[in-house]
C-alpha cells in the first residue's frame, strides 16, 4: 500500500522560473493538503483541496502560487516566477476524509531557488 | 489566530529517562490533536493522535489530553537515542481542515 507520493524530491530553479510539484495521495485518500516548512520554522498551511476543488486556499499567497487536484493525475501545486524566498521544504498530506481526519505525509519536495 | 505553543527545546534526556514533551493551543473548539516526529531532512510521521480527555497509550508513547486547559503532551518512556528528533504538536480544529502545527520540540536522547 503505497503511502503519500511526491516528485520530485529536490527541485532547483534561477530566479524567475517555474516551479510545479506533485503529490500523488494515499490509495483511497480524496483530501490533499500542501504544507510549506522554511528552514529552522514550523509547517505552514498552504492549500486544502479535493478532486477537482480547491477547498480552503487561505494559506497560499494570492500571487505566483496556484494549485490543483484534477479529477485524474496527481495534486499540482506550482509556483510561477520564482523568488529566494520561495526555497523551502512543500510537503503534501492526504487523508481519506469523512469521519477520519488523519492526515499522513509525503517525502516532501526541497525547492532551492537560485 | 489559531495558535499552537510548544518550547523549542532543545530538550535533553538521558537513555532510558522519560522525555516529557508539552503543547498549549489556543482555539478552544479543537477537535483533533496529533503528535508528528521528524527527523532532520524528513518529512513528519505521525506517531499519535488523541481525541478525547485523557491518556492514550501505544509502546512505549502516551498521548494526554486536557480540553479545559487547552493542552496536550506526549510523554516517551524508556527514550533511545533513535527518539533523537523534533517533535511537531498539531491540532486540527474541526474535522477534514487543515493542521495547525506548533514549531515543534527538539529531543535529544543521549547515551
Redesign the interface.
Known amino acids: 500500500n503505497a503511502g503519500v507520493m511526491q516528485n520530485p524530491r529536490h527541485l532547483v530553479r534561477r530566479r524567475g522560473q517555474e516551479a510545479r510539484l506533485r503529490c500523488s495521495p494515499m490509495k483511497g485518500h480524496s483530501?490533499v493538503?500542501w504544507?510549506r516548512q522554511l528552514p529552522e520554522?514550523?509547517?505552514?498551511?498552504m492549500v486544502?483541496l479535493q478532486k477537482e476543488n480547491i477547498i480552503?486556499e487561505s494559506?497560499m499567497p494570492k500571487e505566483r502560487f496556484s494549485a490543483e487536484f484534477p479529477k485524474e493525475g496527481p495534486s499540482i501545486l506550482r509556483i510561477q516566477q520564482v523568488v529566494r524566498g520561495d526555497s523551502a521544504a512543500y510537503?503534501c498530506?492526504s487523508?481519506p476524509?469523512?469521519?477520519d481526519?488523519?492526515?499522513?505525509?509525503?517525502?516532501?519536495t526541497r525547492l532551492s531557488v537560485l | 489566530q489559531k495558535e499552537v505553543e510548544q518550547n523549542s527545546g532543545p530538550l535533553s534526556v538521558p537513555e532510558g529517562a522519560i522525555a516529557s514533551l508539552n503543547c498549549t493551543y489556543s482555539d478552544r473548539g479543537s477537535?483533533?490533536f496529533?503528535w508528528?516526529r521528524q527527523y532532520s531532512g524528513?518529512?513528519?510521521?505521525?506517531i499519535m493522535?488523541i481525541y478525547s480527555n485523557g491518556d492514550k497509550e501505544d509502546g512505549r508513547f502516551t498521548a494526554q489530553l486536557n480540553k479545559a486547559s487547552q493542552y496536550v503532551s506526549l510523554l516517551i518512556r524508556d527514550s533511545q537515542p533513535s527518539d533523537s528528533a523534533t517533535y511537531?504538536c498539531?491540532v486540527?480544529p474541526s474535522?477534514?481542515?487543515?493542521?495547525?502545527?506548533?514549531?515543534?520540540t527538539r529531543l535529544s536522547v543521549i547515551a
Do not use: R
Open positions: 483530501h493538503y504544507y520554522e514550523g509547517l505552514k498551511f486544502y480552503d494559506g510537503f498530506a487523508s476524509g469523512l469521519a481526519d488523519i492526515q499522513y505525509f509525503g517525502a516532501g | 477537535q483533533s496529533f508528528y524528513k518529512s513528519p510521521e505521525l493522535f511537531l498539531a486540527c474535522g477534514n481542515t487543515p493542521l495547525v502545527f506548533g514549531k515543534g
